[in-house]
């Protein structure tokens, strides 16, 4: 009843940028906070990295490894996150991931739901 849909990975060099959305669709009635997650390859799963996150009011915060190079926004009206990813690093390849704590479905309850995870690869 309510999903998640993350775009915009690929591959990238050294240096370079990219921006993924995520978008919620569904029966939604609120939409909390919004956060971004990735999961480097070899890591065992579950052990996903915290990237950033914002609240409904616009708050945001972000890991120690982004900061500075990263940037995220999001559309309230289109229930849609965004993360600009600026001077991307090898290290920075992983699967990305969004989450939302959305009030949503039928009938509503507040619960936590998952894209399905964009690649982005950072390599010359």
């Known amino acids: 009843q309510v999903q998640l849909v993350e775009s915009g990975g690929g591959l990238v060099q050294p240096g370079g940028s990219l921006r993924l959305s995520c978008v919620a669709s569904?029966?939604?009635?609120?939409?909390?906070?919004m956060d971004w997650y990735r999961q480097a390859p070899g890591k065992l799963p579950g052990l996903g990295e915290l990237v950033a996150t914002i609240t409904i009011g616009g708050s945001a915060n972000y890991a120690d490894s982004v900061k500075g190079r990263f940037t995220i926004s999001r559309d309230n009206d289109k229930n849609t996150v965004f993360l600009q990813m600026n001077s991307l690093k090898p290290e920075d390849t992983a699967v990305y991931y969004c989450?939302?704590?959305?009030?949503?479905?039928?009938?509503?309850?507040?619960?936590?739901?998952w894209g399905q995870g964009t690649q982005v690869t950072v390599s010359s």
């Open positions: 569904g029966i939604i009635l609120g939409v909390n906070s």
């Open positions: 989450k939302a704590r959305i009030l949503g479905g039928n009938p509503p309850y507040l619960n936590d739901y």
